[in-house]
């Protein structure tokens, strides 16, 4: 059965970090572009960033470049979403994705 795990989320003040994690289990992970999304309040959900199978092609949203770091680690089926000088605006549930398989999302809040 094929799942992705997301955690890491909390509540954090503007100008500080996040790092979350996303577990993958019952598919070949290695074999997989891996994204992260996001959807804020009253908003669709919006591409954030994605890094190839063996992480060798990353790409980001203009709105988090330099910001955001994207990595994954294929021994351990994870990836992760490094997250610094937040902004308000980086509020929003954060969802995994491997093609048609997404996770259920963390929440980031983002506020002092």
């Known amino acids: 059965q094929v799942q992705l795990v997301e955690s890491g989320g909390g509540l954090v003040q503007p100008g500080g970090s996040l790092r979350l994690s996303c577990a993958a289990f019952?598919?070949?992970?290695?074999?997989?572009?891996m994204r992260w999304y996001r959807q804020a309040p009253g908003k669709e959900r919006e591409w954030v960033a994605a890094?190839?199978?063996?992480?060798?092609?990353?790409s980001y949203a203009d709105s988090v470049k330099g910001r955001f770091t994207i990595s994954r680690e294929n021994a351990k089926s994870t990836v992760y979403l490094q997250m610094n000088s937040l902004k308000p605006e980086d509020t929003a549930v954060y969802y995994c994705n491997a093609q048609a398989y997404w996770g259920q999302g963390t929440q980031v809040t983002v506020s002092s």
């Open positions: 890094i190839s199978n063996i992480g060798g092609s990353i």
């Open positions: 019952g598919f070949t992970f290695s074999r997989y572009t």
